[in-house]
């Protein structure tokens, strides 16, 4: 039923726009990196949306967290080395950089809050 349904989170909102720029723009790779960066970064994204997704409905978030923080780690350095090799152009990688450093601060602050109520 339509109003019963839960809110959604803020930072999964960010990270399904986030995801509607990145999955047609690795498209866009060269042929030759497609089942290499493409493939690699789409499913590293595509499992960040899932990690989210569980996060909201675990009990014991912060493990879920911090793989959601080593995620997005990994993300950057793969982004920032198809920025590199001119996979990605700068715009887009600006873009992706600023995306991505969104979230990792609402990341952030979700793991602060539940590391305080966790008397951590």
């Given at each position: ?51 989210l997704v569980e996060a909201r409905y675990t ?5 879920i967290l911090y793989r959601l923080n080593l995620r997005l780690e990994k ?46």
């Amino acid at each position: 039923m339509p109003g019963n349904e839960p809110e959604e989170l803020p930072i999964f909102t960010h990270w399904v726009q986030f995801l509607e720029w990145l999955l047609p723009a690795t498209e866009r790779f060269p042929k030759r990196v497609r089942f290499t960066f493409s493939d690699r970064i789409d499913n590293l994204a595509l499992d960040i949306a899932l990690d989210l997704v569980e996060a909201r409905y675990t009990r014991d978030k912060l493990p879920i967290l911090y793989r959601l923080n080593l995620r997005l780690e990994k993300l950057r350095v793969l982004l920032r080395l198809c920025h590199r090799l001119q996979y990605l152009p700068h715009a887009g990688y600006e873009h992706a950089a600023k995306s991505i450093n969104a979230v990792g601060k609402e990341l952030g602050a979700w793991i602060k809050e539940r590391r305080q109520q966790q008397g951590n």
